[in-house]
């Protein structure tokens, strides 16, 4: 059984806990730091948007196009249907010579609460632009016309497009991706069942770009700094991954998926961060992610791991706004380090 790693208090007594692993590793492998079943084979989902975004910049689809660093950063993340998020995902399709018409994710509410009313109070409905998905849609349809592939279907894990995304993801990881450990995402392309210490290892690749090729290296500091620079793309204002970026100025690029899952890569210290709550909980991945930032970025400048640290607990508020208890990581969190 994982450890417990993040507790939620409520005057002085716990309320619940959640248990999970997380693993930090370089890119060769190596092991950093590690708590729990770390080789237990999980669905990364939303958080390997990154490395699926590398076929559309290593094969020169995004320059072609002429993608901004705003479309790229918005092809590796789930945002949260601001107007501008939106827009970002149109332009992406017009580029391509294409409209919403041609995406197959689905449509949503806006998962930002802010658009979602404003959405609302147009008098509106959602279309597929709003799904928290429409950029990293956006981007295989550009990679689709690139290679001048037929878009219908490209979220099939046999077409093309599809193939030579997941063949990238493969590499990054080092995992075997086939029928026997696939599922379907939420927004209905494959997602692969891998270990977690294989997630952390494709972050790791992607921080330091060694082992990789020129082009694919290349690639991946282009994704890095698209992120790093437009965190806001990445997710939505006031949201976690993108206040922890905006704090880290480049040292962490970062993305959470569903189910309690969240990946990093760390550019300076060449290291990947993968991390999964047992129960699913996001809350508790992200105060994990800021937890183990703190104690892997306490070097200098130690105060960006003390900026980082203030997100590894969070208060909780009753209705009147006061703090009530806290969400906060557990005592085995640090112990494993001292």
Same mark, same amino acid.
């Given at each position: 059984m994982n450890p417990?790693?993040?507790?939620? &208090? $409520?005057?002085?007594? *716990?309320?619940? #806990?959640? $248990?999970? /692993?997380?693993?930090?590793?370089?890119?060769?492998? $190596?092991?950093?730091?590690? =708590? %729990?079943? *770390?080789?237990?084979?999980?669905?990364? $989902?939303?958080? !390997?948007?990154?490395? @699926?975004?590398?076929?559309? !910049?290593?094969?020169? /689809?995004?320059? @072609?196009?002429?993608?901004?660093?705003?479309? #790229?950063a918005l092809a590796c993340?789930?945002? &949260?249907?601001?107007?501008?998020?939106?827009?970002?995902?149109?332009?992406?399709?017009?580029?391509a010579g294409l409209d919403a018409s041609c995406l197959e994710c689905g449509s949503h509410w806006p998962l930002g609460e802010t658009a979602g009313r404003a959405l609302a109070a147009s008098g509106e409905s959602p279309t597929a632009l709003h799904n928290n998905c429409s950029g990293k849609h956006a981007g295989f349809i550009c990679l689709a016309c690139f290679r001048g592939h037929d878009v219908t279907g490209y979220t099939r894990a046999d077409h093309p497009t599809m193939r030579e995304i997941t063949a990238a993801l493969a590499e990054l990881t080092g995992a075997v991706?086939?029928?026997?450990?696939?599922? #379907?995402? %939420?927004? *209905? #392309?494959? &997602?692969?069942?891998?270990?977690?210490?294989?997630?952390?290892?494709g972050f790791a690749r992607l921080a330091a770009g060694e082992g990789l090729s020129p082009v694919r290296k290349a690639a991946a500091a282009r994704i890095r700094a698209a992120m790093a620079n437009h965190p806001e793309m990445v997710t939505g204002p006031g949201q976690f991954e993108s206040r922890l970026m905006a704090v880290a100025s480049g040292r962490v690029v970062c993305k959470g998926g569903a189910e309690g899952v969240f990946c990093a890569a760390l550019p300076d210290a060449g290291l990947g961060v993968a991390i999964k709550i047992d129960d699913g909980a996001g809350r508790a991945a992200e105060i994990v992610?800021?937890?183990?930032? @703190?104690? =892997?970025?306490?070097?200098?400048?130690?105060?960006?791991?003390?900026?980082i640290g203030g997100l590894a607990t969070r208060a909780i508020l009753n209705r009147a706004n006061a703090v009530v208890g806290q969400i906060r990581p557990s005592a085995t969190v640090f112990s494993h380090f001292s």
């Amino acid at each position: 059984m994982n450890p417990v790693l993040v507790e939620v &208090t $409520r005057g002085q007594h *716990t309320e619940s #806990i959640h $248990r999970g /692993a997380f693993v930090v590793v370089d890119s060769l492998d $190596r092991v950093v730091l590690e =708590v %729990g079943d *770390t080789l237990r084979h999980i669905y990364p $989902r939303s958080a !390997v948007k990154p490395l @699926q975004a590398i076929a559309l !910049v290593e094969s020169g /689809a995004a320059d @072609q196009l002429g993608l901004s660093d705003e479309e #790229i950063a918005l092809a590796c993340g789930s945002h &949260t249907g601001e107007p501008f998020h939106v827009d970002a995902a149109k332009s992406m399709l017009l580029k391509a010579g294409l409209d919403a018409s041609c995406l197959e994710c689905g449509s949503h509410w806006p998962l930002g609460e802010t658009a979602g009313r404003a959405l609302a109070a147009s008098g509106e409905s959602p279309t597929a632009l709003h799904n928290n998905c429409s950029g990293k849609h956006a981007g295989f349809i550009c990679l689709a016309c690139f290679r001048g592939h037929d878009v219908t279907g490209y979220t099939r894990a046999d077409h093309p497009t599809m193939r030579e995304i997941t063949a990238a993801l493969a590499e990054l990881t080092g995992a075997v991706l086939d029928e026997e450990n696939m599922g #379907i995402d %939420g927004c *209905t #392309i494959p &997602t692969y069942a891998i270990p977690l210490r294989a997630c952390a290892l494709g972050f790791a690749r992607l921080a330091a770009g060694e082992g990789l090729s020129p082009v694919r290296k290349a690639a991946a500091a282009r994704i890095r700094a698209a992120m790093a620079n437009h965190p806001e793309m990445v997710t939505g204002p006031g949201q976690f991954e993108s206040r922890l970026m905006a704090v880290a100025s480049g040292r962490v690029v970062c993305k959470g998926g569903a189910e309690g899952v969240f990946c990093a890569a760390l550019p300076d210290a060449g290291l990947g961060v993968a991390i999964k709550i047992d129960d699913g909980a996001g809350r508790a991945a992200e105060i994990v992610m800021a937890a183990v930032l @703190q104690l =892997v970025l306490s070097s200098p400048p130690a105060r960006l791991g003390v900026e980082i640290g203030g997100l590894a607990t969070r208060a909780i508020l009753n209705r009147a706004n006061a703090v009530v208890g806290q969400i906060r990581p557990s005592a085995t969190v640090f112990s494993h380090f001292s």
